[in-house]
């Protein structure tokens, strides 16, 4: 099994920009991956960790090796866990070597891009690892199989289009039709929100070739929304009026792109980050599959104790560290306990908030009246804390309302490594 949470960047041994790699570093620290970095020179890599990182990024932006192919070849037979793959290529010459990618950044990219997709990718790394899981608990212990194992067919890429237009504008949208890309325009900011509240976008491409604005405002509002958080924004910036790069990326932008560089090259940077988006939104899908009534709460469409408790025993059989958030619900401190009708419609509302409160591979289930679980897998026992404490907090800030009139509750919460006394279960029984 890999380390938790790590990642090996293999880089050039000689042009390297350090400066630019310890920002990618501590990008990656800062999203809880901890990073390491060695040299190829063309022929080996400097000294490999002993244990396989979860994830290696091929971190070439220069200059591709010749012999790119043999490397990742090499790299997939020492680590056996099969690790993810990442790189970062020169966009004029990727084309040729995505297929051997989990996902592709074109260069120039900046280390807040590059360290962004990183993390996503751990992300989506996660999520595929849960989904494998749930379906395996679903078929092996409740003989009940999610109807459709494979993905659905790939949909056609949607992008958004905002800024005035312009004969560059037509050329990129040409470009982006011929790769079957659906585009649709939005000349001002207020019909671009129109159009994002009312449907959905792999990507939003922002004018900014002669002002910043309303490019950075759109992208800044983009990130504190909870429905287009995650869709990524492009910015194209002009030669005359070039963007602050670094307040771009400050403002939530994807990747920023020279207006005057080929259309061939810009289509390629905006699909690539919308086939991104594209497979976490279809993933999301997915797992709103996985589940029935012999393994749901009807009430708030939760997982029940029967199915937690099975899953909960398959983590606990493949990793050292389950984190297990248990929340009971009671009523506000110092206010007399809530009748048993109106905790039981208290708890329902607050099982469907839970399921907008966690990511989706997190595994949460009603176990009794008032009491919730969450597992937060592949997770620090610290995160889990932090991410248990914020849901009691929105839980017991939130005012719930009934014919009665209005109330609230309070959500004492405990997290622990449930892996932990089943380690020391195990110990005691050998």
Do not use: W
């Not at 976490?280 to 199915?307: I, Q, V």
């Not at 025993?313 to 009671?330: M, Q, W, Y």
């Amino acid at each position: 099994m890999g380390q938790l949470n790590s990642v090996l960047i293999i880089t050039a041994a000689s042009g390297v920009d350090e400066d630019r790699l310890e920002d990618v570093c501590a990008r990656l620290k800062a999203g809880r991956l901890n990073a390491v970095v060695r040299s190829f020179d063309g022929k080996t890599v400097g000294r490999l960790p002993a244990q396989a990182p979860t994830i290696i990024v091929l971190d070439f932006p220069d200059a591709i090796p010749g012999n790119l192919k043999a490397l990742t070849k090499r790299l997939k037979s020492v680590y056996k866990s099969a690790p993810s793959l990442a790189a970062c290529l020169p966009a004029q010459s990727a084309g040729d070597f995505t297929a051997l990618f989990n996902t592709t950044v074109l260069h120039p990219a900046h280390a807040s891009q590059l360290a962004t997709r990183v993390i996503s990718l751990s992300r989506l790394q996660i999520m595929e690892t849960e989904m494998t899981m749930r379906i395996a608990t679903l078929s092996e212990t409740f003989n009940a199989p999610p109807a459709a194992l494979d993905p659905s067919p790939r949909r056609r890429i949607r992008v958004l289009f905002v800024g005035s237009p312009s004969p560059r504008f037509m050329a990129i949208v040409s470009a982006l039709q011929d790769s079957d890309a659906e585009v649709i325009a939005a000349f001002t900011g207020f019909t671009a929100f129109d159009y994002l509240h009312e449907q959905n976008f792999d990507a939003v491409v922002l004018n900014a070739i002669t002002s910043e604005e309303p490019a950075f405002t759109i992208s800044s509002t983009m990130r504190r929304n909870s429905k287009l958080f995650h869709t990524p924004t492009l910015i194209l910036t002009g030669r005359n009026k070039a963007v602050n790069i670094e307040q771009a990326y400050r403002k939530g932008a994807s990747d920023v792109i020279a207006d005057d560089a080929p259309a061939g090259e810009i289509r390629d940077r905006i699909l690539e980050q919308a086939n991104f988006h594209s497979i976490h939104e279809d993933m999301k899908g997915r797992f709103s599959g996985l589940g029935n009534r012999k393994t749901m709460d009807a009430a708030t469409g939760l997982f029940n104790p029967d199915f937690f408790d099975a899953h909960l025993e398959r983590h606990k059989r493949t990793s050292r560290l389950v984190p297990v958030a248990i929340f009971t619900i009671t009523s506000k401190d110092g206010e007399p306990a809530l009748p048993e009708d109106r905790l039981t419609q208290a708890c329902v509302q607050v099982g469907s908030m839970l399921r907008n409160l966690v990511r989706m591979q997190d595994c949460t289930a009603r176990l009794d009246t008032n009491c919730f679980a969450v597992l937060f897998p592949s997770v620090s026992l610290e995160d889990a804390n932090f991410a248990a404490g914020r849901i009691s907090s929105i839980i017991g800030s939130t005012g719930l309302k009934d014919e009665a009139g209005s109330y609230g509750v309070t959500a004492q919460v405990t997290v622990t490594n449930v892996a932990a006394a089943h380690m020391a279960a195990e110990a005691i029984t050998a």
